[in-house]
């Protein structure tokens, strides 16, 4: 059972394009929603994030979106550069039984943005 | 270190070996956690060490995986019997508390089981 899910599995924009990421999720333990950022040959490195008690947050060209009622957030990158080319994870992550808060990953978006 | 330190970056081995993975977690970091990520798919939790607690090791597929950490600093994924199907990146990350903030990745290590 996938818990969260990502969408869509590829993304190409022209450069200065706004590409969207949505992400829905399932369970409402989850308490806290990161964005990885990953280059070809290295690992996840965190984006932003949010909580669900935060609508929106805003970090430079990065923006997340969230709807507490209707278990989805999204991840929007205003003026997308070449640079922005990367594979995009969305993660939830909650307190776990045995004691541990362990992220739960989308399978990715990968985006290309083309000069 | 600076970062998460993971080796060897690329593992080759034959079906039914025994491989370990290695990681040096960022100095201080008293978090480890190991995921697996396989082509297509996203990182798929393994096993959490924290301090001197008792690991929670509900993400490990099978009892082939196996995992330790000495001294609270490097900790060792040791996969036995390996099959084809474990073939993937290891990613170990590192944090400075209890909880997913701050949480940092090493580059991996590529498992490929021929």
């Known amino acids: 059972q996938q818990q969260v899910k990502q969408s869509p599995q590829s993304l190409i924009v022209q450069k200065g394009g706004i590409p969207i990421i949505n992400c829905a999720y399932e369970?409402?333990?989850?308490?806290?929603f990161p964005w990885y950022q990953q280059f070809p040959g290295k690992g996840p490195a965190l984006l932003i994030a949010?909580?669900?008690?935060?609508s929106e947050k805003k970090e430079g060209r990065f923006t997340i979106s969230f709807n507490k009622s209707a278990k989805q957030f999204s991840l929007h990158i205003m003026d997308s550069q070449p640079g922005d080319s990367a594979t995009y994870f969305c993660?939830?992550?909650?307190?776990?039984?045995?004691?541990?808060?362990?992220?739960?990953f989308g399978k990715g978006t990968k985006l290309s943005v083309i000069p | 270190g600076a970062g998460v330190s993971q080796s060897p970056s690329n593992k080759v081995t034959e079906k039914g070996k025994d491989v370990e993975l290695r990681c040096d977690p960022i100095?201080?970091?008293?978090?480890l956690y190991w995921y697996r990520q396989s082509l297509g798919q996203g990182l798929e939790f393994l096993i959490y060490?924290?301090?001197?607690?008792?690991?929670?090791k509900s993400g490990l597929p099978s009892d082939r995986f196996s995992a330790e950490r000495t001294g609270g600093s490097v900790s060792t994924l040791t996969i036995q019997r390996t099959q084809q199907e474990d073939s993937a990146v290891y990613l170990c990350?590192?944090?400075?508390?209890?909880?997913?903030?701050?949480?940092?990745f090493g580059s991996g290590t590529r498992l490929t089981v021929v």
């Open positions: 369970n409402t333990a989850f308490d806290y």
């Open positions: 100095s201080g970091h008293t978090a």
């Open positions: 060490f924290q301090g001197n607690s008792a690991p929670d």
């Open positions: 990350a590192s944090s400075s508390g209890q909880g997913v903030w701050g949480y940092t």
């Open positions: 949010i909580r669900p008690d935060v």
């Open positions: 993660a939830a992550s909650k307190f776990s039984g045995a004691g541990s808060y362990q992220l739960t």
